[in-house]
């Protein structure tokens, strides 16, 4: 069994808590390190959490030699309160931890992206989903996992309307999301993080994209 050390950001978001948990009980992993902005609570012998200002990134902060780097950050145009904190949390700031991570020789990078990303879209969200996308690409690492789940289903502290409505219609009419539609399908937060986790343990050279139908399939078997 190769032990390893991840670094997680966003780890205190819905599919990063998922993750943290999956990764301290797996036996796979030695050392997990959050980056977080506020104390997330979570006590274990394998947690190292660092408690930093994103503004101020720099490898510093990163004082372990990393193996892999998961990225579950991001935000809502409602708490962003603008597109340039938005495009900040959302692109910046995992780019940032990214080339960063590359520089210290990590080997692979896994984040969450959307399912309509896309750098050319009109739509500022896709667009900066896209962007992120193709800005890791370009980065040398062995390894770069996209995950690109549909709405996420799961315990959320803030109440989220707009998602809440679509979790209701999505559960409502569950049975029509078959065949070409499965990919559309609301998936659970704790799949995505799974999925992550397996993906992590392949290691395939290169991109991997995983729309949500194969998020769903790799997080559940
Ligand atoms: N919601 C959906 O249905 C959906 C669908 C597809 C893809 N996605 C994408 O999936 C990813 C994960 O989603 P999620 O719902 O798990 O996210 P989430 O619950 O909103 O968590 C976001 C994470 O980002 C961190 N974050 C936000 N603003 C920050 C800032 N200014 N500085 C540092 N950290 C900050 C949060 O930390 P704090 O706890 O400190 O705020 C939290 O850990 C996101 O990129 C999202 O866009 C979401």
């Given at each position: 069994?190769?032990?390893?050390t991840a670094?997680?950001?966003?780890?205190?978001?819905?599919?990063?808590?998922?993750?943290?948990?999956?990764?301290?009980?797996?036996?796979?992993?030695?050392?997990?390190?959050?980056?977080?902005?506020?104390?997330?609570?979570?006590?274990?012998?394998?947690?190292v959490e660092?408690?930093?200002?994103?503004?101020?990134?720099?490898?510093?902060?990163?004082?372990?030699?990393?193996?892999?780097?998961?990225?579950?950050?991001?935000?809502?145009?409602?708490?962003?309160?603008?597109?340039?904190?938005?495009?900040?949390?959302?692109?910046?700031?995992?780019?940032?931890?990214?080339?960063?991570?590359?520089?210290?020789?990590?080997?692979?990078?896994?984040?969450?992206?959307?399912?309509?990303?896309?750098?050319s879209s009109?739509?500022?969200?896709?667009?900066?989903?896209?962007?992120?996308?193709?800005?890791?690409?370009?980065?040398?690492?062995?390894?770069?996992?996209?995950?690109?789940?549909?709405?996420?289903?799961?315990?959320?502290?803030?109440?989220?309307?707009?998602?809440?409505?679509?979790?209701?219609?999505?559960?409502?009419?569950?049975?029509?999301?078959?065949?070409?539609?499965?990919?559309?399908?609301?998936?659970?937060?704790?799949?995505?993080?799974?999925?992550?986790?397996?993906?992590?343990?392949?290691?395939?050279?290169?991109?991997?994209?995983?729309?949500?139908?194969?998020?769903?399939?790799?997080?559940?078997?």
């Amino acid at each position: 069994m190769t032990t390893k050390t991840a670094l997680i950001v966003g780890a205190t978001g819905l599919v990063g808590r998922e993750l943290l948990i999956i990764l301290l009980q797996r036996s796979e992993y030695k050392k997990v390190i959050t980056l977080v902005r506020k104390p997330q609570g979570i006590y274990h012998e394998k947690l190292v959490e660092k408690v930093i200002d994103f503004d101020q990134l720099d490898e510093n902060m990163i004082d372990y030699q990393i193996d892999d780097v998961f990225s579950c950050l991001g935000t809502t145009i409602k708490k962003a309160k603008s597109q340039e904190v938005m495009r900040k949390i959302d692109v910046m700031y995992p780019l940032m931890i990214a080339k960063l991570t590359q520089n210290i020789g990590a080997k692979q990078f896994l984040f969450v992206s959307a399912p309509t990303a896309n750098s050319s879209s009109r739509i500022f969200y896709s667009r900066i989903k896209g962007e992120l996308e193709d800005e890791v690409k370009k980065l040398d690492f062995h390894s770069v996992s996209i995950f690109r789940p549909s709405l996420l289903l799961g315990k959320r502290e803030e109440f989220r309307l707009g998602e809440k409505t679509a979790e209701l219609l999505y559960s409502a009419f569950s049975f029509l999301f078959i065949g070409p539609l499965k990919r559309a399908k609301a998936i659970q937060g704790h799949t995505v993080a799974n999925a992550m986790f397996k993906s992590a343990q392949l290691a395939h050279n290169g991109v991997s994209i995983y729309e949500s139908d194969q998020i769903e399939q790799l997080g559940t078997n």
